[in-house]
């Protein structure tokens, strides 16, 4: 199996399990079905979230017993789920390919529905001072291995391009611009809303590297980690944590990783 860098920024997310047998309620009905789940995250040891296809339908599940049961949370009828982000038990947005994103603030009984500039990418939103910042990736989709990309962020309730990427032969990228090159993996940003880390892997065995930004994704710099050096056949990893303000940098063989606190 494939060996890992991980580098892990803050820390979130996960304690909790989840349970080889599942039930899906719909409509106030348990359902003898196990979901297909593509991608399910415990907020702790009752709350999780899940995305996956029951029925020949993309959905959202919900549990709120440890993944014993799951409950449908929201019913894809308008397109495919492309991007989604978990953040606590009661907030989500789940963004569709025909450039909608869905939000819920509680437990996903309600969803508000907003057009969006985008139909793929990335999403990060967080939590400061009582105030949700939120941030997309936007993907233009694959080409030979190289995935080019803009910036939007969440500003008076609108999103606003504040970055362009890199495009091939092309001179209207942003100052210190996102290259063009490689697939962008993963992105967090810190809670002082100015500081970003997104990783990008390219082709070449050895040749992921890590780009920053200090002033709330507008430049981006490229960052030297000589740790890297010492690797073949490496990749680099974000995730957000949210207990550990410190960075950490833990070199994984496969294996599941469990930080124990």
């Not at 199996?1 to 989840?18: D, E, R, S, W």
């Not at 978990?86 to 996903?108: P, Q």
Request: negative net charge; charged residues 20%.
């Amino acid at each position: 199996m494939k060996k890992a860098l991980v580098i892990l920024i803050i820390l979130t997310l996960l304690f909790g399990g989840c349970q080889t047998k599942r039930e899906v309620k719909e409509s106030n009905t348990f359902h003898k079905l196990i979901p297909n789940f593509q991608y399910f995250q415990m907020i702790d040891r009752n709350n999780g979230w899940a995305i996956g296809e029951n029925m020949g339908e993309n959905k959202v599940f919900i549990t709120n017993d440890g993944g014993t049961t799951w409950v449908t949370a929201l019913t894809s009828a308008i397109g495919d789920i492309r991007e989604w982000f978990f953040m606590d038990s009661d907030h989500a947005w789940i963004l569709y390919s025909n450039e909608t994103l869905y939000k819920t603030e509680d437990r996903g009984k309600n969803w508000d529905a907003d057009e969006v500039p985008f139909g793929m990418g990335k999403l990060f939103f967080i939590n400061s001072g009582g105030e949700y910042q939120g941030w997309a990736l936007k993907e233009y989709g694959p080409a030979s291995g190289n995935v080019p990309v803009d910036v939007y962020k969440l500003i008076n309730n609108k999103w606003t391009l504040i970055h362009e990427g890199e495009l091939p032969n092309s001179t209207s990228a942003s100052p210190n611009p996102l290259p063009y090159e490689g697939e962008k993996k993963s992105f967090v940003f810190l809670t002082d809303v100015k500081t970003g880390f997104i990783t990008v892997e390219r082709c070449e065995p050895g040749k992921s590297s890590l780009y920053m930004t200090t002033d709330g994704r507008y430049t981006w710099n490229k960052k030297i980690i000589p740790l890297l050096s010492r690797f073949d056949e490496e990749y680099i990893s974000v995730y957000s944590l949210n207990i550990l303000l410190n960075l950490l940098i833990v070199k994984s063989f496969g294996q599941y990783l469990h930080l124990m606190m």
